[in-house]
């Protein structure tokens, strides 16, 4: 598609179940004639050359398998290493003559001639003779994969014990394993191997989106193309990745363009007076419109608010608007001409940060809803507001794009739960309230969703928990005002680039700080670095490169 002012093309990565991933497997080998066996190939050389480019010190590797084409994975991924000079240990758990097709293929190449040393390990008892290897530097966890199904028992379940023993690293192929694929909850409570790094294949999984995979947050969870075609790879799950959608934001703007071509943000919010000091909320909400890009910014608070708002950049536009004793946004703001006037040559609005909820406020929220039609993104205030208006919050998205951006307790008001109900399945609440009401809702927390009006959900993996702090609602606000501004066309990937920005910003400072003392600001610092980086998209391993859904590569 092309947009006034930029050239945009995007491909959305599609999270895909383990039968769809079944499918897209056998697609790829009877619809587009590529052989199974280079699939397992591409996925074992990816696999080894991770191992190497994350895991530079160790000289020393164990690859556990087991006997399906998960276990085929590792013994490829084994005889690679052996051949580059690694002290390679191999343990098939289970017996030879289980394995078929491609796998059998793999131990074949693995055993003649023998590439490190190998081991059959037929029973639980056998481990006990193998507690040498578990003083690798890196284990490779190769056992059960994508068809796996709980719970996890036998050999398997005694290798877990066996391996409780070790302190090396553990580098899971496709998943953990015991970790159900299609799980969309953050944890599992059924035994799963530990894992400190994840390299799964062609399209992630519902679990590697969803879960905590790792043992720490920032440890990687990436995805590696290995061959088949965007064709095979269908779901219909309706999840997708939001980090893709950064691509909107990756190509260089037209020579010829102007700021009028990225869009005017209208900043709505703050407060100043008795009801509370809360001018820096819209201040920061404006300042990232800005920095993502929007053409014009305008601030609009109550005045006795502004000269903070004023400080904050020279670049920002300030409008003063009447306000009540209290130092909220009075009602009378909503006189024809004043609202003429205030919303003149705006595309975009965003209302919420630090508005307060006096009655007068209240009635002039949604008056300016109402009265415009431009795009908009309700955060704070403004979604409580909202929350006891649900007949209004409906009309208000006929004809024009609402966003409303609640964290869970925000969330839980606009649908009559709690916060805990909420969180037992977020998937579920977001999209049946997008649905519902046909706005984008961006969910906040750990794993934040894009739930669109259609049914379709993307998920975000980027951020820390160094953003549970006052502020980052406010920032995000304005990155997604900012990018609906210069990406009015495309309002789904704008929402979704935003919020995968904001959260890789903060994975960038957070590097440079700590998770206690990052701010809100410090992220919008890092927004010029998170433009650039290839974060996302790391070349190593293979033409395709990797993806990287969770943590911080190596360069």
């Known amino acids: 598609m092309e947009t006034t002012g930029y050239c945009v093309t995007m491909i959305a990565m599609h999270v895909l179940s383990a039968a769809e991933m079944q499918a897209c497997d056998r697609a790829t080998t009877e619809r587009f004639g590529i052989p199974s066996i280079d699939l397992m190939r591409a996925a074992s050389s990816a696999v080894a050359a991770f191992a190497r480019r994350e895991f530079p010190h160790a000289r020393r590797i164990t690859v556990l398998c087991g006997t399906g084409n998960n276990g085929g994975d590792g013994m490829m991924a084994a005889w690679l290493l052996a051949e580059a000079g690694l002290d390679v240990t191999t343990l098939l758990l289970g017996a030879p003559e289980k394995l078929k097709g491609d796998a059998a293929v793999a131990w074949s190449e693995l055993t003649q001639p023998m590439r490190g040393r190998v081991h059959v390990v037929a029973s639980a008892a056998e481990l006990a003779a193998h507690e040498d290897a578990l003083a690798a530097d890196l284990i490779v966890d190769a056992l059960l994969g994508t068809g796996f199904k709980p719970p996890m028992k036998g050999l398997a379940l005694a290798a877990l014990e066996w391996m409780r023993k070790s302190t090396a690293p553990v580098l899971a192929v496709d998943l953990p394993s015991g970790w159900p694929s299609d799980e969309t909850a953050a944890t599992f409570t059924g035994p799963v191997f530990p894992a400190d790094a994840v390299v799964t294949f062609t399209a992630p999984k519902p679990a590697h989106v969803f879960g905590s995979l790792t043992r720490r947050w920032d440890q990687p969870v990436v995805v590696v193309p290995i061959g088949s075609p965007d064709a095979a790879i269908a779901s219909d799950l309706g999840i997708d990745w939001a980090g893709s959608s950064i691509e909107l934001v990756r190509t260089p703007r037209l020579a010829t363009a102007n700021k009028g071509n990225f869009g005017h943000v209208l900043v709505v919010g703050g407060t100043f007076g008795s009801a509370g ?185 980027s951020g820390n928990p160094g953003m549970a702090k006052g502020g980052s609602g406010d920032v995000l606000t304005g990155l997604i005002a900012g990018l609906l501004a210069q990406f009015p066309e495309d309002a789904a990937r704008a929402v979704e680039a935003a919020v995968y920005l904001h959260g890789l910003a903060a994975d960038i400072a957070v590097r440079e700080t700590d998770e206690h003392t990052l701010l809100a600001t410090d992220s919008l610092a890092r927004l010029a670095q998170t433009f650039r980086s290839e974060h996302h998209r790391i070349a190593a391993g293979g033409p395709n490169g990797y993806v990287w859904l969770q943590g911080h590569c190596r360069r």
């Not at 024009?400 to 739960?417: C, D, F, K, N, Q």
């Open 277 to 461: 000091g809360k001018a820096g909320a819209p201040a920061m909400a404006a300042l990232a419109a800005l920095r993502a890009g929007a053409g014009l910014v305008t601030v609009a608070v109550p005045a006795p608010a502004l000269p903070v708002v004023a400080s904050f950049a020279p670049e920002l536009m300030t409008w003063p608007l009447a306000a009540t004793a209290e130092g909220q946004i009075a009602a009378n703001n909503l006189d024809a001409k004043e609202l003429t006037q205030l919303a003149a040559g705006k595309t975009v609005l965003a209302i919420g940060p630090g508005l307060g909820q006096g009655t007068e406020t209240v009635k002039f929220t949604t008056g300016l809803l109402a009265a415009t039609k431009m795009p908009a993104v309700v955060d704070a205030d403004g979604i409580n507001i909202l929350a006891t208006k649900p007949v209004l919050l409906a009309k208000l998205a006929k004809g024009r794009t609402l966003v409303l951006t609640p964290h869970p307790g925000e969330m839980a008001r606009l649908i009559g739960s709690t916060a805990a109900g909420v969180q037992t399945d977020r998937l579920k609440a977001a999209r049946e309230f997008a649905r519902r009401f046909g706005v984008t809702l961006v969910l906040k927390g750990a794993r934040t969703l894009v739930a669109h009006p259609d049914g379709r959900v993307a998920v975000n993996t």
